[in-house]
Every structure is written in structure tokens, then in C-alpha cells.
């Protein structure tokens, strides 16, 4: 069983491939329904993506115990970080300390990075009215290579 440190990420993670699991176990979906189907989700993904990397940095400000470094983290990310692609996620974590973007580097592969970007960029499309390509087995490709990201960054802002 695959279980994150923080109890936030697993719960959202949890629940995102228990509605990829539904719907690929739907039988008698046209191709249009589908196609639709998967833009839905890395929409939604993107998003639950962007809210668990906001989460890590804030739980991992709140251990300090130290209320306004707390808040003043809440009110940064929150206002500033958008999309999160691995570059971004790396500016962040090299901000925090440039060698978390050491550790990254050696431990993240380019099918974990593809994963990642390719649901923010099917998002992205999908946002600014143009055509994602993504299928559904795409997305669930993309969200198990994004996961080993997530695993880092719960391990190592949360350690």
C-alpha cells in the first residue's frame, strides 16, 4: 500500500484513483464521452496537484511552530504558484534549499517528469480553449509517473 507522510496528499491522491478506476471500469462509453472524460480529469488533477504542493510547503512551515513564517507561506504560494510543473515545483523547492533540487534531480526520471507535465499542459489546453489529446489511459499513465514526485516531496518537506 502506497501511504505519503501527510495525511492530506495520500487522501487526495486516494481519491483521485479511486474516480480513475470508476470511470475506466465503465463499460459502453463512446470515444466523445471518454475524450471528454479525460479532460475533465487533468483539469481536476492539475488542480489537486497544485493544492498538494501548496499543502506540503505549509505543513512543513507550520512545523517551525511558527504562526506569521506560517501565514506568510500560506499567503506566497497561495497567491504565486500556478501550474505545477516540475520546473516550477523545482524553483520552489531550490528557493527552500538548493539541495532538495539535487536530490530531485537524482531520484526523478523522465517519465516521472513527462507524467507531471503532461497533465498540466493537457490542462493548460484544456483552459485556454484548445484541444487536449490526452486519453484516459494517458492521464493514468501521467498521474503514476507524477506520483514518485509527490513521494519525494512528502519525504523530503516532511521528513
Known amino acids: 500500500i502506497w501511504l505519503m507522510k501527510s495525511q492530506y496528499l495520500d487522501e487526495k491522491f486516494k481519491l483521485i484513483e479511486e474516480t480513475l478506476d470508476k470511470v475506466t471500469n465503465t463499460l459502453g462509453l463512446d470515444e466523445k464521452i471518454l475524450s471528454i472524460l479525460a479532460s475533465y480529469f ?16 505549509i505543513q512543513r512551515a507550520e512545523k517551525t511552530n511558527d504562526k506569521q513564517l506560517t501565514n506568510l507561506i500560506k499567503s506566497i504560494i497561495g497567491q504565486q504558484f500556478r501550474n505545477p510543473t ?40 484544456v483552459a485556454h480553449g484548445r484541444i487536449s489529446n490526452a486519453t484516459l489511459a494517458d492521464v493514468i499513465k501521467f498521474h503514476q509517473g507524477a506520483k514518485k514526485i509527490f513521494d519525494e516531496l512528502d519525504k523530503m518537506l516532511l521528513q
Not at 523547492?93 to 536530490?103: F, K, R, T
Open 86 to 125: 516540475f520546473s516550477n515545483i523545482m524553483k520552489l523547492i531550490n528557493a527552500l534549499d538548493p539541495s532538495y533540487g539535487g536530490v530531485m534531480d537524482t531520484k526523478i526520471d523522465i517519465n516521472c517528469i513527462n507524467g507531471l507535465n503532461g497533465i498540466v499542459d493537457n490542462k493548460n489546453n
Open 42 to 57: 487533468v483539469v481536476y488533477i492539475s488542480g489537486v496537484y497544485e493544492d498538494c504542493v501548496e499543502q506540503l510547503f
